[in-house]
């Protein structure tokens, strides 16, 4: 099994590697931003649940977010692993992940930060924007916000899981192809 937290701030290519890391090793790919909408869209339990924190301005706790995972994980035993987008955000969330993952038997293989400087990123994201329609990517000075929010959410995370010797960078400047050959190179490398 290879179980992959892919991160890397707005912009910097994680829905492009994503792509080509489930084509080469049959990985599902969980965004918790597609969870979100799938959920609140077909009204299942959680996501009715998830509303009900959300129409009242407050965060989703942790317990739904992990429900809505475990049900994705369950529904697709057929892969050989995972690539969680999003998620991880904190570190009580890492450790209820290694949680869901441990009652599985499984564990994660490894958190890739896809590592793009902020120039960089608002550079994209200003260019995505002109097709997207995004609201959030036609100002730079959102996109700089939301690059500075992933900062602060994400180093903790990195943090926690190369305590335990599973985080890597990877440049994420260059063509899509020599960052996914890196991006290999590291999954190669626990799975030898």
């Known amino acids: 099994m290879i179980n992959l937290i892919l991160f890397g701030p707005p912009g910097s290519g994680k829905g492009t590697q994503a792509a080509k890391l489930v084509e080469r090793y049959n990985l599902l790919h969980i965004s918790t931003g597609d969870l979100f909408r799938y959920e ?17 301005g407050e965060l989703v706790p942790d317990e739904v977010t992990i429900g809505m995972l475990r049900n994705k994980v369950e529904a697709h035993p057929e892969v050989d692993g995972y690539i969680f987008d999003g998620f991880p955000r904190t570190t009580p969330q890492a450790e209820a992940l290694d949680a869901l993952l441990a009652e599985r038997g499984q564990s994660i293989s490894r958190l890739i930060m896809l590592d793009v400087p902020e120039e960089e990123v608002v550079n994209r994201l200003l260019a995505r924007g002109k097709d997207s329609g995004r609201a959030d990517d036609i ?47 590291e999954i190669d490398q626990v799975n030898a």
């Open 40 to 56: 609140l869209s077909h009204n299942t339990p959680l996501g009715i649940l998830a509303r009900s924190y959300m129409d009242k």
């Open 139 to 185: 100002n730079a000075e959102i996109i700089r916000n939301r690059f500075t929010v992933y900062q602060k959410e994400t180093a903790q995370v990195f943090d926690f899981y190369a305590a335990q010797g599973k985080s890597a960078k990877i440049h994420g400047v260059g063509s899509i192809e020599d960052i996914f050959a890196a991006v290999c190179a």
